[in-house]
């Protein structure tokens, strides 16, 4: 693809702060930026002889926004237990065992399935992210990095403070300033004061973001509080990371004390609906957060507690579970909820200068979708419009036809332009069978039953 060329023919969503739509809408990309929006016909004309995607049928919208997840690759593995019981039996284990080819075969397997369903950018908390950021330029996504950092005894196979500062030396803007990186804290469990003490420092120096877990588990919140006399969030705040630079993800458990001090420190939320569902840690109050203006994007969290990363899906669960948690049927409007999964999510990132949204200027991060579905239909644009309800109640990640990050084609008509799909299906099954043969010697002995894991 050219560097100069159009896109034309769909209902264009912009996402701007006005939410203006355009039907037979048309955008013109040149050298990886947005330069031009307006109906197809005039800019048909206008730009004459360039390239010329048909997005008839289509929807054309900014990219999703994944504000936190973990690439992985023991899908389907790791099921049926509440989170801390479920970090113990399964998930540690696969840590110890991690290798870093089998982290790059993993973060190639999870970037290309986002793309695939419509992701254009993500928050990815995982191991050996150097050769997770060689993923991310290989299949074209936009990547911020937050290194699993621990620094409590018994922690010591997870990325050191030390690690993550070379990382931000050699990677973070690299590649168009596509791949970020970010301090990454694990967990309250796996650090110590003096972590997030240092993480904020490296932070302002390198004027780069903090990522780490929120509380996600009722019984781990109330025993943070038990020893420390403080609840989580209170506890990020007395160490120094809560800004406007950092993301705190799934913060299911919150105090009003809580929401104040990520109100008032401009503290950003990934709420990660799915996985605090399966692991059956509860509902996020984000329409409380919300009100206080806290910044919210969405997460899918990763395969092993999400099993897809399909945020399409996500954003469905995201209205859906505050209805319910409220009795109330009108709360979480769906414009609300694509603007958290776009534009919001780019804010929490700091990017929303740069993509979550079409306008003149920003980069052309951007998908399409088929709304030529027996799923999506009718389709409506009058006094019916119906287009952004389908797509957060309707659409499926199936449904993107086109992928365009920085400007440039990463998915066409469905087919992964950057890397060939199966590839990375065939490399993610081997390095799986591997990573949970070598799992086994590291699952305490109270979950093994005649040599199985149970």
Same mark, same amino acid.
């Given at each position: 693809?050219?560097?100069?060329?159009?896109?034309?023919?769909?209902?264009?969503?912009?996402?701007?702060?006005?939410?203006?739509?355009?039907?037979?809408?048309?955008?013109?990309?040149?050298?990886?930026?947005?330069?031009?929006?307006?109906?197809?016909?005039?800019?048909?004309?206008?730009y004459r002889g360039v390239p010329d995607i048909n997005a008839s049928g289509q929807v054309i919208m900014p990219g999703l926004v994944n504000l936190h997840m973990h690439s992985g690759l023991i899908r389907g593995t790791a099921e049926d237990l509440p989170v801390f019981e479920w970090l113990t039996r399964y998930v540690d284990p696969k840590h110890r065992a991690l290798q870093k080819e089998e982290a790059y075969a993993a973060a190639r397997l999870s970037y290309a399935e986002g793309i695939k369903s419509g992701t254009t950018c993500v928050l990815d908390m995982y191991r050996f992210v150097h050769r997770c950021a060689d993923a991310a330029e290989e299949t074209g996504i936009r990547a911020v990095f937050a290194p699993y950092v621990a620094d409590r005894q018994g922690y010591d196979y997870f990325e050191t403070l030390h690690d993550n500062i070379r990382l931000i030396e050699d990677r973070h803007g690299s590649v168009n300033d596509r791949i970020h990186i970010w301090v990454g804290l694990e967990h309250l469990a796996y650090c110590t004061e003096g972590a997030y003490r240092e993480a904020a420092r490296i932070s302002d120096k390198y004027d780069t973001g903090i990522h780490t877990h929120g509380e996600e588990s009722l019984a781990m919140s109330q025993k943070v509080h038990e020893k420390y006399g403080r609840w989580p969030v209170e506890l990020f705040y007395d160490r120094g990371i809560l800004s406007s630079r950092t993301v705190l993800a799934h913060c299911v458990w919150m105090q009003e004390s809580e929401l104040d001090l990520l109100s008032k420190t401009k503290t950003s939320v990934a709420h990660c609906p799915v996985s605090n569902l399966k692991l059956?840690?509860?509902?996020?109050?984000?329409?409380?957060?919300?009100?206080?203006?806290?910044?919210?994007?969405?997460?899918?969290? !990763?395969?092993? $507690?999400?099993?897809?990363?399909?945020? &399409?899906?996500?954003?469905? +669960?995201?209205? =859906?579970?505050?209805?319910?948690?409220?009795?109330?049927?009108?709360?979480?409007?769906?414009?609300?909820?694509?603007?958290?999964?776009?534009?919001?999510?780019?804010?929490?990132?700091?990017?929303?200068?740069?993509? !979550?949204?079409? $306008?003149?200027?920003?980069?052309?991060? &951007?998908?399409?979708?088929? +709304?030529?579905? =027996?799923?999506?239909?009718?389709?409506?644009?009058?006094?019916?419009?119906?287009?952004?309800?389908n797509l957060v109640y309707s659409a499926q990640g199936s449904d993107v036809r086109n992928v365009i990050v920085d400007g440039k084609l990463i998915m066409e008509n469905r087919k992964l332009i950057t890397v060939d799909e199966e590839e990375v299906r065939e490399q993610g099954q081997q390095a799986a069978e591997q990573l949970l043969a070598r799992r086994e010697a590291y699952i305490p002995e109270m979950y093994r039953f005649q040599g199985e894991t149970v």
């Open positions: 693809m050219d560097d100069r060329y159009l896109i034309s023919g769909g209902i264009v969503l912009t996402l701007n702060q006005q939410d203006e739509m355009l039907v037979n809408g048309a955008i013109f990309i040149e050298k990886g930026r947005i330069a031009d929006i307006g109906p197809a016909a005039v800019l048909q004309d206008k059956a840690s509860g509902i996020a109050p984000i329409i409380e957060m919300q009100e206080r203006g806290i910044t919210v994007g969405i997460g899918t969290d !990763g395969v092993k $507690e999400n099993n897809n990363l399909d945020m &399409m899906e996500e954003m469905k +669960f995201v209205p =859906l579970l505050q209805k319910v948690r409220t009795y109330d049927a009108r709360v979480m409007k769906a414009e609300k909820v694509l603007r958290m999964a776009t534009i919001e999510g780019a804010k929490a990132l700091g990017l929303d200068r740069e993509i !979550g949204s079409i $306008e003149v200027g920003k980069k052309a991060d &951007m998908i399409t979708i088929d +709304f030529r579905k =027996l799923h999506l239909t009718p389709v409506l644009t009058e006094a019916y419009n119906n287009i952004v309800s």
